[in-house]
Each structure stands twice: as structure tokens, then as C-alpha cells.
């Protein structure tokens, strides 16, 4: 086993959970909000995707960007006319909503897409790779793991440098308070499950072009995310990407030990974390 | 014809009814100081008129418009701002950013900017970047106050902008007010020191259980009426 393989493998691995996790961190920081549906919504994506390159016979690539508007708007107005009427200070009605879509969404994917396993094809650069020193590393990968960067890079700007991120934080602490300032939390919630949607459409370019998704796919990716939210902290989207990466990690040197205990060392990973430092690697200050 | 006008306002915490028939009206370019005890209601007031809680839209008038119905930005967009009680500071975001978003809802011209305010507060330039929860209590109202102004106000809102800080700092606090009363806007002031209350306002209402017992120019109230208003006729005997 070539060691220093396994490790960028794992790194590269990590980015495609850090874009599964972005978006559901970007929700659960902004409104408190845990969106069982997450993992769903990435393979609805991946399928909005799917049907836009088989139709019209476009690139994943163009048919990612046609659809990141789509979700966008789909993630708005699931937002502001269902998510928001669940929030309130009990966090049960939104999880037993998030759930039920969940399982909607699936099924209306079997019904539309039957169970079969599906890819989109990226052509060519499936089995590109270039030499990263000693190391040969897939292009699909590569651009995954740049995605993810630039997806945060991107998120933390406009969070913390721009007049809707300040609103975003603004409403978090405090929504109340927000309204006086003339924020309108309601649409601040739909716009950031809006924005995620776009993330989430991201994430399903790479799921889908990378592996064989079928409409129950969703809530393996759900724990995946997961995992990295927590390994990296809550509250950091940076610790969110080191968190993919040392789950990525463990699983690509457990494949390499044996493969049938790439997810479980994967999960591992995950309780060995959560043993030691509860509040994950990287948390917020304070909460 | 006043600028912002309530009548008979009534507000109610589910079935406790914390305002009883409220009537004041405030005129442009005015300094109106609200006191009264602990649970008078004055916050009550205050909430309605910002539009944090929904009252029937006649209650409140502005500019003769009905707006008790509206929600809180709305009611911004129309230029009244509030300084909340307890301040209620974002502590995710800096002095600078609290200040920021206190434009947010409303662009409007004025006289108020980021410089300028660090103008009238200059303590707070040099504590910018800090986290706004980090500052001192004074500051720290400083700061809510700017959040408030950074909308250019023509009726500013403030609920107990006195409360919990040392007598000199209320002092530094006050003397910011001439200055924002030159710029135009209308003071509304909760105030639970009645010397202060008359020293900052033309006009001044005491309430009392939900009611305004008493309003009368600052400069023509007397203690002992005042006083009556303010507790209560029993009280004022047993006194
Ligand atoms: N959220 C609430 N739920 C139920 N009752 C409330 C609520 N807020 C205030 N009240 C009640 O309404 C009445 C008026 O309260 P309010 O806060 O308006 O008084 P206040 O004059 O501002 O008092 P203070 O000087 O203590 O700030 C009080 O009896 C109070 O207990
Ligand atoms: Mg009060």
C-alpha cells in the first residue's frame, strides 16, 4: 500500500463530504434549522441534473449551472412557505417535517426514476489524472476537493464581509431584534436555504459524476455530513472541510487495510472524535 | 397634526392586558419622556409603536396613517427607530457591523454615517473591531443608540437607555441628545428617573398600570404631581 496515495485520496475524498456538509451547516447556523432532507436533496439534485444532460444533451458541468438556479428557487420557497411556519422554540416539528420530506422526495424519485442505479457521465475526465509530485491524482477528484475550498471561500465572504451576511448573523443571534433593523427573517431563512440549495446542487454534480446514486441514496450522504459538521465543530465551515477530509481520510486507510471497512472506519473516525472533544476540533468561541 | 399618535392603544401578553387605552402623540422635532414604575407598560409602548407587537392598525398613526398592524420593518421604512431596552446587541458582529446593520432596512439620507456617529461617540472608533459584547455597559448603549441613528431616524425610540449604568456614564450618554435632537428627529425617551426625564424632554407622560395618569409640559409639572402619577394615590398618602 502506498501510503502517501491513500492519504491524498482521503484528503480529495474529504472534499466531496465538506460540499455535502456545507450547505446543512450554513442552515443549522443561520436558523437553528436540522434538515433531515439534506442528503435527499443532493440526490434530487443529482437527478434534476441527470435529466437536464439526457434531454438536452448538455455537460454535467452546464447542466449543474442550469440547475443551481432551479434549487434555488426550490430551496426558497421550501423555506418560506413550509420550513419556516415549523421553526419556534421546539426543535421537534421541524425534524418530523425535514423527515416526512424526506421520505416524499424519495418516493416521488422512485415513482419518477424508478430504483435503478444511475451516473451522469463527465466523459473524459472521469479517467483523467495528473501527477501531483509522486502522486497521480483524478481530475473528477481534484476539481472536487477546489469546489469545496471555493465553496467556503465564498460562503465565508459573503458572511462576513457583505451587508446580507451581517443580516444572516444578525437574524441568528437575535430575530427579533433583527426585525428592527428592518431584516425580514423570514426571507433571510428562505434566502440562505436558497443559497445552500446551490451548494447542495454543487455537491450533486460531483456525487453524481463520481458514483452510481439511485433515489434512496440520500440519507447515507445525510451521515456524512453530518460526521463533518460535528468532527470539524459546529459554527466553522473550515473545521467543516477538515472534518470531511479526516473522514475521508479514515475511510480511504481503512479501504486500504480491507475494503469492506471503508464506512466503518469512516465511523469510527467519527465516535473516536465525539469520545475526545465532543464540541469537535474546531467550535466557535463561545455559544 | 402630530407626527406619531396613539389611540386608545391596547396590547395584550396573551390574556394579560398590559395596556389599557393609551393616547399620546408626539410632534415633529419633539423631546417626549415616558415614565412610570417597574410594569407600568412602558415598554409595552414602546414594542407597539416599533411594531414588534402587532396592535389594531388604528391604534398608532403616523403621519395620520394607520400603522399598528405593521411588522417591525415596516414600520422602520417609515423612519421610526428604536433603541431596545437591555440594548440587545448582535454579539456576533462588531461594534462596526452593529452599526451597520442598524442601516440595513433603510437607506435614507442624513446626517448620520459611520463617521459621524464615531463622531458623537468617539470611544467607540477606537473599539470598532471589538466584539459589541466585549465593551462596557455605556458603550455598549453607545452603541445601540448608533445602531438606531445609522437609519436617519425622524422619530428615534429609546427604552431605558439609563438602566443599570453609573451615574456619570448616564451623564456622557445624555449629552449625545442635544446633538441628535439638532439633526430633526423626534425623542421618544422611556426613563425611569424622573429628574432626568425632565431635564431631557419638552413634554413628559407617567403611566401608571397601563395608563397615562399624567402628561403635562416638563417645565410646568410639580414633584408632588408628578409624583401622585407615579405611584399612585395611595401610596402617595401612605408616603
Ligand atoms: N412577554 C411578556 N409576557 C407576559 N407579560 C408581559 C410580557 N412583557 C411584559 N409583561 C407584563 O406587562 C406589564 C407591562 O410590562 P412592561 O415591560 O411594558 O413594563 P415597563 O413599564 O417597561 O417596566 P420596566 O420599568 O420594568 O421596564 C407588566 O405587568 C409585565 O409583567
Ligand atoms: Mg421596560
Given at each position: 500500500m502506498n501510503w502517501l496515495d491513500t492519504i491524498v485520496q482521503g484528503v480529495l475524498l474529504g472534499g466531496l463530504y465538506a460540499l455535502f456538509a456545507a450547505g446543512l451547516s450554513l442552515v443549522f447556523g443561520i436558523m437553528r434549522l436540522v434538515n433531515l432532507a439534506h442528503g435527499d436533496l443532493i440526490v434530487l439534485a443529482a437527478f434534476v441534473i441527470l435529466a437536464l444532460v439526457t434531454t438536452l444533451g448538455?455537460?454535467?458541468?452546464?447542466?449543474?449551472?442550469?440547475?443551481?438556479?432551479?434549487?434555488?428557487?426550490?430551496?426558497?420557497?421550501?423555506?418560506?412557505?413550509?420550513?419556516?411556519?415549523?421553526?419556534?422554540k421546539d426543535i421537534l416539528p421541524p425534524l418530523l417535517v425535514t423527515f416526512g420530506l424526506s421520505i416524499v422526495i424519495q418516493n416521488g424519485l422512485l415513482e419518477g426514476f424508478s430504483a435503478d442505479s444511475r451516473r451522469v457521465s463527465a466523459g473524459s475526465l472521469e479517467s483523467a489524472s495528473i501527477a501531483l509530485g509522486p502522486v497521480n491524482a483524478g481530475i473528477m477528484p481534484l476539481m472536487t476537493f477546489l469546489s469545496a475550498v471555493a465553496v467556503i471561500v465564498c460562503l465565508n465572504q459573503l458572511i462576513y464581509r457583505t451587508a446580507v451576511g451581517r443580516a444572516f448573523r444578525a437574524t441568528s443571534d437575535d430575530p427579533v431584534t433583527a426585525g428592527l433593523m428592518g431584516i425580514r427573517p423570514q426571507r433571510i431563512f428562505a434566502l440562505a436555504t436558497g443559497l445552500a440549495m446551490v451548494v447542495v446542487t454543487i455537491a450533486a454534480l460531483y456525487l453524481g459524476t463520481r458514483a452510481n446514486f439511485e433515489p434512496t441514496s440520500g440519507p447515507a450522504r445525510l451521515i456524512y455530513a453530518f460526521e463533518a459538521i460535528i468532527i470539524g465543530g459546529l459554527g466553522s465551515l473550515w473545521g467543516t472541510l477538515?472534518?470531511?477530509?479526516?473522514?475521508?481520510?479514515?475511510?480511504?486507510?481503512?479501504?486500504?487495510?480491507?475494503?469492506?471497512?471503508?464506512?466503518?472506519?469512516?465511523?469510527?473516525?467519527?465516535?473516536?472524535?465525539?469520545?475526545?472533544?465532543?464540541?469537535?476540533?474546531?467550535?466557535?468561541?463561545?455559544? | 397634526m402630530a407626527l406619531i399618535e396613539t389611540k386608545g392603544l391596547t396590547a395584550f401578553y396573551r390574556d394579560f392586558q398590559a395596556l389599557f387605552g393609551v393616547d399620546i402623540a408626539v410632534d415633529a422635532g419633539e423631546t417626549i419622556a415616558i415614565i412610570g414604575a417597574n410594569g407600568a407598560g412602558k415598554t409595552t409602548l414602546m414594542r407597539s409603536i416599533s411594531g414588534v407587537l402587532a396592535n389594531e392598525p388604528g391604534a398608532i398613526l403616523h403621519n395620520n396613517e394607520p400603522i399598528g398592524a405593521l411588522p417591525a420593518p415596516d414600520v422602520l421604512a417609515r423612519g421610526i427607530a428604536m433603541v431596545p431596552e437591555g440594548r440587545k446587541l448582535f454579539p456576533s458582529l462588531t461594534v462596526e457591523e452593529n452599526l451597520l446593520v442598524g442601516g440595513y432596512g433603510r437607506k435614507a439620507q442624513g446626517q448620520w454615517t459611520l463617521e459621524s456617529l464615531y463622531a458623537l461617540f468617539p470611544v467607540l472608533k477606537e473599539r470598532r473591531q471589538s466584539p459589541a459584547t466585549a465593551l462596557s455597559g455605556g458603550q455598549q448603549q453607545m452603541v445601540a443608540i448608533g445602531r438606531a441613528l445609522m437609519s436617519n431616524p425622524s422619530v428615534l425610540l429609546c427604552d431605558e437607555i439609563s438602566l443599570g449604568l453609573a451615574p456619570a456614564v448616564v451623564r456622557t450618554i445624555y449629552a449625545a441628545f442635544p446633538r441628535i435632537r439638532a439633526s430633526g428627529a423626534s425623542i421618544v425617551i422611556v426613563e425611569q428617573d424622573i429628574g432626568q426625564a425632565l431635564k431631557v424632554s419638552d413634554r413628559i407622560y407617567c403611566m401608571m398600570e397601563g395608563r397615562i395618569t399624567l402628561s403635562g409640559h416638563s417645565s410646568e409639572l410639580g414633584h408632588e404631581e408628578i409624583h401622585k402619577a407615579y405611584f399612585g394615590a395611595e401610596r402617595h398618602e401612605l408616603a
Open positions: 448538455v455537460s454535467p458541468f452546464v447542466g449543474a449551472l442550469m440547475a443551481a438556479p432551479l434549487m434555488f428557487a426550490a430551496g426558497w420557497a421550501l423555506q418560506y412557505f413550509l420550513l419556516n411556519r415549523t421553526l419556534g477538515a472534518g470531511g477530509v479526516i473522514l475521508g481520510i479514515a475511510q480511504t486507510v481503512g479501504a486500504a487495510i480491507n475494503p469492506e471497512w471503508q464506512i466503518l472506519t469512516g465511523h469510527l473516525a467519527f465516535l473516536l472524535v465525539l469520545l475526545f472533544k465532543p464540541r469537535g476540533l474546531f467550535p466557535r468561541a463561545v455559544d | -
